[in-house]
Antibody
């Protein structure tokens, strides 16, 4: 059964870059059927899709974040990553990594809280 | 951007009762299929996929969960609420970009 787990710093300073990694286990990231994505949820609020990428490099992003976001896939490590630059307090959220098929999200990682604060 | 509006914000019901949740899209999300999904999120957990294409249950989802609707109006029904069904439910559209979610409906124990 495919499982995803996020890792990365829980605290990022304003104006810096948020970097998270998702490790995929129980299956290969090298699947032409799937995309690998990120969704975030500010504490106590709703869900926002950030973007998705296939292992071959096809990607699409939420236009509201596109100028600040990069998703990459590392097939050698069965991982994919998120970078979000120039963060502010508004980027404080639980960040989930997900498998996407390509626009449905299942499964999800457990989520990791990232707080933007000095 | 397609905006999804969920109602009610909170639904207070007792176990065994029927729940009816609504999701309305600002424009049609239907084409060859109805591009509307539902997710369940329990406290402290990640969401999980319940329904896709408006009415198809995801793997392992009990048949007390059902979805319906087309165009701009969609409904998630839970026929007999079990204790584990009290959670927040989100709809998501994938008929247009960007992919968007509704604000959620909380189903709480009355």
């Amino acid at each position: 059964q495919l499982q995803l787990r996020e890792s990365g710093p829980g605290l990022v300073k304003p104006s810096e870059t948020l970097s998270l990694t998702c490790t995929v286990s129980g299956g290969s990231i090298r699947s032409s059927s799937y995309y690998w994505g990120w969704i975030r949820q500010p504490p106590g609020k709703g869900l926002e899709w950030i973007g998705s990428m296939s292992y071959s490099g096809s990607s699409y992003y939420n236009p509201s974040l596109k100028s600040r976001v990069a998703i990459s896939v590392d097939t050698s490590k069965n991982q994919f990553s998120l970078k979000l630059n120039s963060v502010t307090a508004a980027d404080t959220a639980i960040y989930y990594c997900v498998m996407a098929t390509p626009s449905l999200f299942d499964p999800w990682g457990q989520g990791t809280l990232v707080t933007v604060s000095s | 951007e397609i905006v999804l509006t969920q109602s009610p914000g909170t639904l207070s019901l007792s176990p065994g009762e029927r729940a009816t949740l609504s999701c309305r899209a600002s424009q049609s999300v239907s084409g060859n299929y109805n591009y509307l999904a539902w997710y369940q999120q329990k406290p402290g957990q990640a969401p999980r996929l319940l329904i896709y294409r408006a009415s198809s249950r995801a793997n392992g989802i009990p048949d007390r969960f059902s979805g319906s609707g087309s165009g701009t109006d969609f409904t998630l029904s839970i026929t007999r609420l079990e204790p584990e069904d009290f959670a927040v439910y989100y709809c998501q559209q994938y008929g247009g970009s960007p992919l968007t979610f509704g604000g959620g409906t909380k189903v709480e124990i009355k």
